[in-house]
């Protein structure tokens, strides 16, 4: 189920380019555009969710594998140990600015403690 409108869809789809990283029967993962930090991926589910409003119990083996992937993700990029942060923005008060959801993995520095 595709947003005709949506990027993030078109990634999914392989209409646009991107640097993936990672694609299953549920979450497809690539670099950032533009990288806040060494290591800055995005990891979205393959079917269309606005944000994390859109979930119910129906997309649990979905957004369990946006996390399962993460360990996975973190060794190829050699950041397990050193440590990496998640992310998810929703809505406008979170500065979610692509409408279909997506979790940062940033990593390859030492980020700030504090939130922000
Ligand atoms: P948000 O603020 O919505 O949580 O983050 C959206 C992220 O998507 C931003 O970090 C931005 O750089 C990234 N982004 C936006 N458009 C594209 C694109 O076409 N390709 C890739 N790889 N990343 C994108
Ligand atoms: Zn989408």
Not at 32 to 52: E, V, Y
Not at 89 to 116: F, I, Y
Request: a negative charge; aromatic letters at 6%; charged letters at 15%.
């Amino acid at each position: 189920m595709a947003n005709q409108d949506c990027i993030f869809c078109k990634i999914v789809a392989g209409e646009i380019p991107s640097d993936k990283v990672f694609q299953d029967e549920w979450v497809t993962a690539f670099r950032d555009i533009n990288p806040l930090a060494p290591t800055h991926i995005l990891i979205i589910p393959n079917n269309h969710l606005t944000s994390t409003n859109d979930l119910t119990p129906y997309h649990a083996a979905m957004a369990g594998r946006m996390l399962t992937v993460v360990p996975e993700l973190a060794a190829k990029e050699g950041i397990v140990e050193s440590g990496y942060r998640l992310i998810m923005n929703t809505g406008p008060d979170g500065n979610q600015v692509v409408m279909h959801m997506h979790l940062h993995l940033l990593g390859g520095h030492r980020m700030k403690h504090a939130m922000g």
